[in-house]
């Protein structure tokens, strides 16, 4: 299957935002009644409400989540087998808090395409969810829009039934949040200080781990446990600052700027692909665009925690472009070769967002692969709308099992030792 892109009909080169003045920019900014999400849905006594059953929601799963974890961690000195089987499961139910939350708070349409490279394995079920056919280990990049992408890539982990083996690389000054930071510690997520020099023996000992095998019940049908290493090249989220430095840093190279994307950094990437590149077939690579966000604008301005889930403001629709790329064709032996090849799809990305910009959609796949040695042909999935949604109303209830059974034990241990001392007329 082919894995480059196909760029006809995509505009190319046109000048970098950058390049506009920051007062530019500030004219720019959209009053409140022209705000994309539209006008604010709910009053502010409204909004408390919705915060404060949020906040409950959320801390209440995240408190669930962090005692079963804590009920499993003892495992780890029995088999190792259970104990990452065990910690997956607990991945698998934060997975469906964020699909379940951004169904409930957030609602919001889900248009996903394609290119060649990823042809028949994006496809929609009858009841209108978004089914993906894609490989158990892989190296996922994408562009930072705003600080919620992760959400919405940890749902289509969920639309692959692999949304307990995603693996994201943070700040390291994110694992000292209570309960959340915790959380993510057991589930193995790698942080970093943004210190090469500090940071690349420890990430070295994180991917070696995920190139162990395991054979525990949630380990996959391959001798290798199934991992979605999740990596943003950009470093951070698209905003103003980001602009700016991304402006900075390709005049110091004495190359173009990109226009709604940030110039990719090679380093990280370059290190995951050459460490997993005997255990990883493919690199998936999404392109995100918000739907509304106008030129010289950045979504994390527009689409915030409170505007999306309190406000009632969130996109119109997230929009995403699919593609991959054979780790066999990408050239990892040269630094210089691999930030060249890099950015270069970084660049085929930025139009990708112009594309989407001028019509309001990405491009997609429809073509037909012919059927050969008896198997049926397949065609390319075209656009998809759907909407980040769990598969069931009620699926959200098995996060609390573990907790509600520790308790029902605890209280059954309590009654029977009251039994034995009203027996033994101790009490």
């Not at 190792?80 to 991945?91: C, H, L």
Request: aromatic share 12%; glycine share 6%; net charge positive.
């Amino acid at each position: 299957m082919p894995t480059t892109m196909t760029t006809e009909g995509v505009r190319q080169r046109l000048p970098p935002a950058s390049v506009i003045e920051k007062k530019e920019l500030e004219k720019k900014k959209l009053p409140a009644q022209e705000h994309p999400g539209g006008a604010v849905k709910h009053a502010p006594w409204k909004q408390a409400i919705r915060m404060s059953l949020f906040a409950l929601y959320f801390n209440s799963c995240c408190i669930a989540i962090l005692i079963t974890q804590l009920i499993g961690a003892p495992l780890y000195w029995h088999s190792k087998d259970y104990y990452y089987a065990w910690m997956a499961m607990t991945k698998q139910q934060f997975g469906l808090v964020v699909t379940t939350m951004t169904n409930w708070w957030a609602p919001v349409k889900m248009r996903v395409s394609g290119d060649e490279s990823v042809r028949g394995q994006l496809r929609q079920t009858e009841d209108g969810r978004l089914e993906c056919d894609f490989p158990e280990r892989m190296v996922l990049i994408a562009n930072h829009q705003i600080y919620t992408d992760w959400i919405y890539l940890w749902w289509v982990a969920y639309t692959s039934k692999l949304h307990g083996h995603i693996y994201i690389i943070l700040k390291e000054s994110i694992k000292y949040i209570p309960v959340l930071g915790q959380g993510m510690m057991f589930y193995g997520f790698i942080f970093l200080s943004r210190k090469w020099a500090t940071d690349q023996q420890r990430f070295q000992y994180r991917l070696r781990k995920l190139s162990s095998s395991h054979s525990g019940p949630l380990s996959g049908s391959q001798t290798l446990d199934p991992m979605w290493l999740l990596i943003f090249p950009e470093g951070t989220n698209l905003s103003d600052n980001a602009r700016i430095g991304s402006k900075k840093w390709a005049d110091k190279k004495g190359i173009e700027d990109l226009r709604h994307t940030i110039m990719p950094r090679s380093t990280g990437l370059l290190f995951c692909l050459r460490e997993l590149k005997s255990t990883v077939d493919y690199m998936y690579d999404c392109t995100v665009a918000y739907e509304g966000v106008p030129r010289g604008q950045f979504g994390q301005d527009l689409f915030g925690l409170r505007s999306s889930y309190f406000e009632g403001r969130p996109p119109k629709s997230v929009n995403m472009h699919w593609r991959r790329f054979a780790t066999k064709d990408i050239p990892v032996d040269d630094d210089q070769v691999f930030s060249d090849w890099l950015l270069a799809r970084w660049r085929e990305k930025d139009d990708l967002i112009e594309y989407y910009i001028e019509n309001g959609r990405f491009p997609a796949d429809q073509g037909t692969t012919p059927s050969t040695d008896g198997a049926a042909a397949v065609t390319g999935a075209g656009w998809i709308e759907t909407e980040v949604r769990p598969k069931t109303p009620l699926e959200f209830l098995q996060i609390f099992v573990p907790p509600a059974a520790l308790m029902l034990v605890i209280n059954v241990i309590a009654k029977f030792y009251n039994i034995i001392l009203k027996t033994l007329k101790i009490r």
